[in-house]
């Protein structure tokens, strides 16, 4: 099987689950090690300072793996060197005022740090125009433990959401979305790093998993960046295996493809792979390789009828809809008592109106434009309201309409509406029962 063929059997466009190896490969970033390794040299120079830290954590009783207890130990000690020691702070007011409002000093710097060495090398600059190029159609959405904002300047327009929370709580429409479930630079305390932070990531993981597991069970994922033993996956693969029966299980078998990383390997090697989950086999496809365009651009087969942003904001729209019963600025909904449309249609107008979609003003109610005036609540420039709802409006009025407002604002010339406006004043606009009213 080629890469192209195992590609052109998915059944939708991909997830990409994105590690740590995506960005020391474009932005030069260390791993884990190297970057809580970073943080010790800065308030150590003895060469065995970090190799102390591992060697504490390795006699502690951690809880969440080695690599957390390290970064906690550091923590600890950096915090406390930070505050007595101005040296080594940082100078962004930004950074300074989210210690201030009681954020750990570690991980505030941790998000300068990475802010401050987001550079893409060159090299690769062929490789991010190709992915980018694939976020148009050919990705559903990513997931990623990253901090950096690399993901967001890739895949432009996706809707970012970072933590659990945000996760948990927002109503994610499963397309043209990024997952940061470890944080985000923009955020420092969101950014998971230590014992702590991994035992509360761990203790809402089935939340997580719930909301991961309809991305899981419709689209191919693609782990890219990640070694295939990597911890921190094995435990979210384990979260959405528990909620799987067994032939659930096999389906993923063809939808999990792990890309490893094997520095000047010539081609592409496609093989079957798998782990142990919670004691059940998990089958997958392993893909070796070097050139990382091999991948994109058999990615590039696989294309959405849509831009993907835009089935999002389709999705978007209609979910809004859906709760509200409201019309949103972009989304128009014909009633159904609506004469225009037929019993068997639903008209529906997302985005800029259409001359078809402008055409329809002609249904817009005199009370609707009299309201617009004082909220401007219709979604419409006063030049299609003046051209397209004008004429009917006007006959429905015996003659009387106010328009100064829009003719003040139309680009355009309307002799009509400008004569009218002409031969109109306040108590020609104003009807008879009204001023009856007024009477009273």
Known sequence: MTLEDLIRNFNTTPF???????SRRYLGLPDWKGLLKHFVDVISKDEFAYDAFENRAKNTDYLTGVMPKVAE???????????????IRTTSKEALDAVHNGVSPFKVEIAEYIKNNCTLKEEYQEEIDALKKLSEKSISGVITTNYDK????VFDGYASYVGQHELIFSALQGVAEIYKIHGDIKNP?????????????????????????TIFMEYPIIFLGYSISDANILKIINSIVL???DEQLKMLEDRFIFVEYKENYVGVEISPYTI???GRPLSMKKIVLSDFMLLYKALENKRAKLPVKILRRFKQEIYDYTITSVPTGHL???????QRVGDEELVLSIGKMSDLGLKGLSGIRPNEWYRNIILNDLDFEADDLLEYAFPELIKQNSGRLPVNKYLSEASKTFVDCEK????LDFDHIISSTIKKIEAV
């Open 16 to 22: 990409l689950f994105i590690g740590s190896g995506m």
């Open 73 to 87: 130990l550091i923590q600890k000690e950096y915090d406390s060197q930070w505050f007595s020691d101005a040296s």
């Open 150 to 153: 690399l993901l967001e300047d």
């Open 189 to 213: 305390d969101s950014i998971v790093i230590n014992e702590e932070d991994y035992l509360e990531f761990d203790s809402k993981s089935a939340y997580l998993a719930a909301k991961l597991l």
């Open 243 to 245: 909620c799987l029966n």
């Open 276 to 278: 142990m989950v919670n």
């Open 332 to 338: 128009r909904v014909a009633a159904l008592e609506d």
């Open 420 to 423: 009218l406006a002409r031969n």
